[in-house]
């Protein structure tokens, strides 16, 4: 798109296009009959650094009456900007703090979705009287998320510096704050009922969602320490993970045969 930065700007608008146009726009006009014919042009591409480093632990026992799983990650997630090249799904990389920069001090940082440590606790349990307990517990470390003092204290002119870490003078690093643990115990209970064979039977079963009722913000807190709520939770963890926002309860049934 032509602007202001190229001194031949000019030279490229024989048709009388609007400010923004770009530099094939009169051509085409004039060969082609449709000054939009090209659409849009996305450019993909992986200029960054980051670090993925992970350490994963799996327990499993069978037996005829019980099945249990348990599975524990130690692991970090660091990039320039927090941003783990090539990646995708909405998450967007804070922007430095000086823009000629991008690799400085500062801003190497954990992502969004960094997790210390993570585990996973299930099981499949046959009791007597045609009853299965299906019982699971997650549990997770705090997830980063990104500080901003609310103003442009370099000026570079974009207002995306960051405070000043009290307790060090130094200014925080991309990502420098970390929100609340998260937890969550659901469990099915299921209760079969034979259709004259033991090959055809009805499960009748309720499910229970958030048992402990456990608000999970995970890494969703206002990190501009200008607003009135600074550090303070404004919704409920996404990223890739969805927790029910409260404890929630439902029946259903399944017929197999």
Known sequence: ???????????????GAAPGYRRLTCRF?????????????????????????????????????????????LSSAYGFGGY????????????PVNPDKSFGPGEWGPSLTDERHRAVVSAVLELP?????????????????????????????????????????????????????????????????????????????AEFFNITNKANFGNNYQGNALAANFRQPTGYLNNGISYPTSRQFQLGARISF
């Open 84 to 95: 783990i090249a090539g990646s995708s799904g909405g998450i967007s990389a804070p922007m």
């Open 129 to 205: 009287w045609h009853l299965q307990v299906s019982p699971i517990f997650q549990i997770a470390s705090a997830r980063p998320y990104n500080l901003l003092a609310g103003k442009d204290l370099t000026g570079a002119g974009q207002a995306v510096d960051r405070p000043i870490d009290p307790m060090t003078g130094q200014e925080f690093g991309v990502d420098g704050a970390r929100g609340t643990a998260t937890w969550d115990l659901d469990a099915r209970v299921t209760r079969y009922f034979n259709l004259k064979s033991e090959t055809r039977k009805i499960g009748v079963f």
């Open 29 to 73: 006009q004039s060969i082609l009959g449709d000054p939009k014919i090209l659409g849009p042009v996305t450019i993909a591409q992986t200029d960054n650094r980051s670090q993925y480093n992970e350490l994963g632990l799996h327990f499993e026992q069978r037996s005829r009456r019980a099945s249990i799983q348990a599975t524990y990650t």
């Open 1 to 15: 798109v032509e602007g202001a930065w190229d001194p031949n700007a000019a030279a490229y608008n024989t048709c």
